[in-house]
């Protein structure tokens, strides 16, 4: 027994000394890969994702597997617009039989984001769907799936979304899901379903009780049904949620209360308006009102006290267009490459602008094309520059 175990010594001898090599082995390699992990988020961190990717594709060649270097190329591609790239390396990554739970859910909320990037949503809406139900991802998941939700307009499972996003605590979403609301309103309408309608509608003002939307919307649905009151009661409601919409409901109110008789009052409330606001379009409504029921000299005279002060365009126009109406006159030919140029200049013109990322639009969007947020596009006031300023 003891000479079996002499023979056994330098057997013994030579495991240990090539453990010894492959320790010191593993332990160059690890420090290899280190070195090489900090070199590629030193890249990354000095903006510079081309060698980056470069680094990290090195390492991602030598050691297969390195979950965490495969997700970190995935998304530099990603970020570089290369999504079929950064596609096939998350879902190479997935097909890996080795992966932790944890390691595969980040893999998969990785490729549903690459998806979302390349506008997959049915491939993109069953990955968040595997992961909505995961503590961890949850949160992730359920604003990506609003998301793609809004996309499809799907405005039903949005809400109940939303509505569950907001339980766990997540960021508010009223204001979206009122819009939603909205959308299912504007649905119904199209398909006469009006009661529908009206019912989506208080839903959104319940919702957000500020939603502008829901109260035009509600104010052109009492038009439709003849009751001209409660038309009015919704679209003066606007002006108290936001004045920076009153312009979108000058023309109803005034065709409301003129069906009911009414243009005396219409004008006590404008005048009032005109205390909060002096934007060019309701000095043009006041103008217009002036010359139909007191004539061209009262108009001028407001005009001209009016824009002396405030400044509009499309007051200015107006003003323009009555001394024309005149006749021909010494200014006649100045009069007319005035009103001219003023008329070209509001076609021109760019009416909404979306307050948080500046695009501009002729006609009124509710959730702004390029920011994708709701609410945040408004008329441009048509105020050319305030007197002292
Ligand atoms: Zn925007």
Redesign the pocket.
């Known amino acids: 027994m003891m000479e079996l175990l002499w023979l056994l010594l330098p057997v013994a001898a030579a495991s240990g000394w090539w453990m010894a090599q492959r320790d010191h082995a593993r332990r160059n390699d690890a420090n290899t890969r280190s070195a090489e992990y900090f070199k590629g988020l030193n890249y990354l961190i000095d903006d510079k994702p081309d060698q980056a990717i470069e680094v990290f594709t090195r390492m991602a060649d030598v050691d297969r597997g390195t979950a965490e270097i495969h997700l970190a190329l995935g998304n530099l591609f990603r970020r570089r617009g290369e999504v079929d790239r950064a596609i096939h390396i998350h879902s190479s990554l997935i097909a890996r039989t080795h992966l932790t739970a944890d390691q595969r859910r980040l893999a998969l909320l990785e490729l549903g984001e690459d998806y979302l990037r390349a506008g997959l949503f049915d491939r993109a809406e069953a990955l968040f769907q595997e992961l909505v139900e995961q503590p961890d991802y949850m949160k992730v998941a359920l604003s990506r799936l609003i998301h793609i939700l809004q996309q499809e307009k799907d405005w039903r499972q949005a809400i109940t979304y939303c509505d569950r996003l907001e339980q766990i605590g997540g960021e508010p979403k009223q204001r979206q899901t009122a819009h939603f609301c909205c959308e299912l309103a504007e649905e119904a309408i199209s398909h006469d379903q009006l009661a529908e309608a009206k019912t989506w509608l208080h839903d959104a003002l319940v919702r957000d009780p500020d939603c502008t939307r829901a109260n035009l919307l509600l104010g052109n649905l009492a038009m439709r049904t003849g009751d001209h009151w409660a038309a009015i009661l919704a679209f003066q409601a606007v002006e108290r949620q936001d004045r920076g919409y009153f312009p979108e409901v000058i023309l109803p109110l005034s065709q409301c209360y003129g069906t009911l008789g009414h243009l005396d009052r219409w004008i006590v409330y404008l005048r009032d308006a005109q205390q909060r606001d002096h934007g060019g379009r309701i000095t043009d409504a006041l103008a217009e009102w002036l010359l139909s029921q007191e004539g061209e000299e009262a108009a001028l005279r407001f005009l001209e006290r009016e824009l002396r002060e405030y400044p509009t365009l499309l007051g200015l126009r107006r003003l323009v267009e009555i001394k024309l109406g005149r006749g021909e006159g010494a200014e006649y030919a100045d009069l007319k490459a005035l009103h001219c140029i003023s008329t070209q200049m509001l076609n021109n013109a760019a009416r909404y602008r ?6 501009v639009a002729k006609s009124l969007h509710w959730c ?6 709701w609410s ?2 408004k008329p441009i006031p048509d105020l050319v520059m305030k007197t002292g300023v």
């Open positions: 979306c307050g948080n990322c500046g695009f702004c094309p390029s920011c994708l947020q945040t596009i």
